[in-house]
C-alpha cells in the first residue's frame, strides 16, 4: 500500500437523488462495509441488499422538525472531523464511544430544480440543505482522514477502491475535497443569486446617512458578487485552436441562447455562440418590431425592421452582403418558408430564432445541412454583466434602450427644420441600432434598415468615412449615404466626422452632444441645412 493510502472500512451515506446507489450498494454488500445512513437513504440502501446502521440508532435522537435535523449531532461530525494521524483525536474518539468514518458520500437537495419548477418561497426554502453541506464541508476539511464523493459519476471509483482495498491516497483525497468544496459553493452560490431577487434591501433599513447614500447602489451591485455556471460541454476550441473552450449554463436560467435548441447543422463553436448571442441581442432591440440581423464577428453587417420576417432579412442583407458571408442570421419572430428561401443561397454559419415554419425547417435542415439551427425559447434576460480583468473583474448593468435620451421625445433640435414623420423614425431606428455596434460607431440608415455601418474604429472620422464607404460601394454603385440619416454613439469631438456625412449627403444626424465643440458641431449642420438632434445619452460599446 502506498504511504498515505486510506482503506474505506466505515462510510456515512446521505443522498436526495437515490441514482447509482446500486453500484454502491454492490461494493457495500461484497466488501461487507460498514455503513451509516439517513432516512430514504437506508431505506433504498436496505432494499438493495445493504446492511445498514441508521444515523438515529448512532445519536440516540429521532430525525426531527420533518427531517430538518437528521445529521447534525456531534456523534456524526466527530466520526467525520477526527484527525486520525493526530493521538488525541483518536483518544477523544475512544473516549467518546465515537468510531471514525473512511468515507461520506453525500449529493444534496434539489434547490435549483425546486426554483425552477415555478415553487412558491416556502417549498424553495425547505429545499436549501444544511446538514448536506455540513458533512460535505467537514469531510472535505478533513480530508487527511476522510474520502469525499459527491459526484454520481464517482461511484464507480469509489465502488473499485472498497471493493480492492485500496482505499485512495492524499492527492486523490485532496482532489475530491476540492471537488467536494466547489460542489458546495455553486449550491449555495445559487442561494445567494436566488436570494438577491426574492430578498431585497427594505426601506426600513435605508437611514439615509451618507453612508447609505455612498452605498445606494449596493442592491444592484452587491459587496459579494456570487455566481456559477455548470459545466455543459466542452467546444472543440475556444476562438482560436490552441485555445481550450467550454459552454457553462446558469443553472437558474432556462430558455435563453445558453440553453437553445439545436434543431439542425454542427455542433455550435465558441465564436458562433458570440455572434449568435450579439445577433440575437440585437434583434430583440426592436420588439415588439420584427426585425431581422446579419452579424459578423461581434457586429452587426446588416439590421433591419420589415413587415415580415422575409421582408427584414431581405434588407438587412442588403446593406452588406459581401461581410454577410458566413455570417450569423437572428430573427425576433418565426422563420417563414419566405424567409428561409431568401437565405438558402447564402452561406451562413448559423440561424436563430424563436420558432420556425415546419416547411421553413425541412428546407434548411435538407438544403443547408452544416447550417447551425438554434431555436431560443425566450427572449435575452439582460442583468449584470462581468468582464474579467487581471486580478479581478468590472461589472456594470446592461447596456438597454431605455434611458431618458432614447426617446426622441426627449431629443433636442440643435440645427436645421424639425425632422418629418419618416426621417424621424429612421432616425429612431439609426438610433437603436447603435447599441449593438463596437465603438467607435457611425451608422447609416434609410426606410428602418441598416446602409452603411462604420464600427470598431479608433477615431470617429474613420468610422465616418468606413460608414459612407460602405454604403456607396456595396449596392452596385447606388449612393445610398445620400438621402440617408445617420447616428452616432457618442458626441463629436470636431466638426470633421459630421462634414464627411454632410458632404456624402446625409440629411439628418442624430448624436448625443457633449463636446466642448459642440458649437462648432452644431454650426457644421446649421450651414449645410441638415437637421441634427442630440439625445443627452451615450451607447459606447467597447
Not at 66 to 87: E, F, Y
Not at 251 to 266: M, N, R, S, V
Not at 328 to 356: C, G, H, K
Not at 466 to 495: I, M, Y
Amino acid at each position: 500500500m502506498t504511504t498515505g493510502e486510506k482503506q474505506i472500512r466505515r462510510v456515512l451515506v446521505s443522498v436526495f437523488h437515490k441514482e447509482g446507489l446500486e453500484i454502491l450498494a454492490e461494493a457495500f454488500r461484497k466488501a461487507d462495509t460498514e455503513v451509516v445512513s439517513t432516512g430514504s437513504t437506508a431505506a433504498k440502501l436496505a432494499e438493495l441488499g445493504v446492511h445498514v446502521t441508521e444515523v438515529s440508532d448512532i445519536t440516540g435522537f429521532p430525525e426531527s422538525l420533518d427531517g430538518r435535523v437528521k445529521t447534525l449531532d456531534p456523534h456524526i461530525h466527530a466520526g467525520i472531523l477526527a484527525d486520525m494521524s493526530n493521538a488525541d483525536h483518536v483518544k477523544q474518539l475512544e473516549k467518546l464511544n465515537i468510531k471514525p468514518f473512511d468515507a461520506v458520500v453525500v449529493n444534496l437537495y434539489p434547490f435549483v430544480d425546486t426554483v425552477m419548477s415555478g415553487a412558491d418561497s416556502d417549498a424553495i426554502i425547505e429545499k436549501i440543505d444544511i446538514g448536506g453541506p455540513s458533512m460535505i464541508r467537514a469531510a472535505a476539511k478533513n480530508h487527511k482522514s476522510v474520502v469525499v464523493i459527491t459526484d454520481p459519476a464517482d461511484y464507480q471509483l469509489l465502488a473499485n477502491r472498497i471493493v480492492s482495498g485500496e482505499g485512495f491516497n492524499l492527492q486523490e483525497r485532496e482532489y475530491l475535497a476540492g471537488k467536494a468544496f466547489a460542489h458546495t459553493a455553486a449550491y449555495d452560490a445559487s442561494i445567494s443569486e436566488w436570494t438577491s431577487k426574492a430578498w431585497q434591501k427594505p426601506e426600513s433599513l435605508n437611514t439615509n446617512d451618507e453612508e447609505d447614500s455612498k452605498n445606494a447602489e449596493s442592491v444592484k451591485l452587491p459587496a459579494n458578487y456570487t455566481r456559477t455556471w455548470s459545466l455543459e460541454h466542452t467546444l472543440r476550441y475556444g476562438e482560436n485552436p490552441h485555445q481550450q473552450a467550454g459552454l457553462y449554463l446558469d443553472p437558474l436560467h432556462k430558455g435563453g441562447l445558453a440553453q437553445a435548441e439545436l434543431l439542425g447543422g454542427k455542433p455550435m463553436s465558441y465564436n458562433n455562440y458570440v455572434d449568435a448571442d450579439a445577433a440575437w441581442r440585437a434583434v430583440w432591440d426592436f420588439a415588439p418590431q420584427i426585425a431581422v440581423a446579419v452579424c459578423k464577428h461581434n457586429n452587426p453587417c446588416g439590421l433591419a425592421i420589415g413587415a415580415n420576417a422575409a421582408e427584414a432579412h431581405k434588407k438587412a442583407h442588403a446593406c452588406d452582403p459581401v461581410s454577410a458571408y458566413g455570417g450569423v442570421i437572428a430573427s425576433n419572430t418565426t422563420v417563414t418558408l419566405e424567409m428561409a428561401e431568401s437565405v438558402r443561397p447564402i452561406f451562413t454559419e448559423v440561424i436563430v430564432a424563436p420558432d420556425y415554419e415546419p416547411e421553413a425547417l425541412e428546407l434548411l435542415r435538407t438544403k443547408k445541412k452544416n447550417l447551425r439551427i438554434l431555436k431560443v425559447a425566450t427572449p435575452p434576460v439582460l442583468g449584470l454583466q462581468v468582464h474579467p480583468i487581471d486580478g479581478g473583474a468590472l461589472v456594470q448593468s446592461a447596456d438597454k434602450i431605455d434611458a431618458v435620451g432614447d426617446n426622441p421625445e426627449n431629443w433636442t433640435l440643435v440645427s436645421g427644420d424639425p425632422a418629418d414623420a419618416g426621417t424621424l423614425r429612421d432616425l429612431q431606428f439609426a438610433w437603436r441600432s447603435l447599441r449593438c455596434v463596437k465603438s467607435n460607431a457611425i451608422l447609416l440608415a434609410h426606410d428602418n434598415a441598416t446602409v452603411g455601418i462604420g464600427m470598431g474604429q479608433v477615431n470617429r472620422v474613420d468610422s465616418c468615412h468606413l460608414a459612407v464607404e460602405r454604403a456607396n460601394t456595396l449596392a452596385d454603385g447606388a449612393e445610398r449615404a445620400r438621402g440617408a440619416v445617420a447616428a452616432s454613439d457618442a458626441f463629436f469631438p470636431f466638426a470633421d466626422g459630421p462634414q464627411i456625412l454632410i458632404e456624402a449627403g446625409v440629411r439628418a444626424i442624430v448624436q448625443p452632444g457633449g463636446s466642448i465643440r459642440d458649437e462648432e458641431v452644431f454650426e457644421a449642420a446649421r450651414k449645410a441645412g441638415v437637421t441634427m438632434y442630440t439625445t443627452g445619452t451615450r451607447h459606447f460599446f467597447h
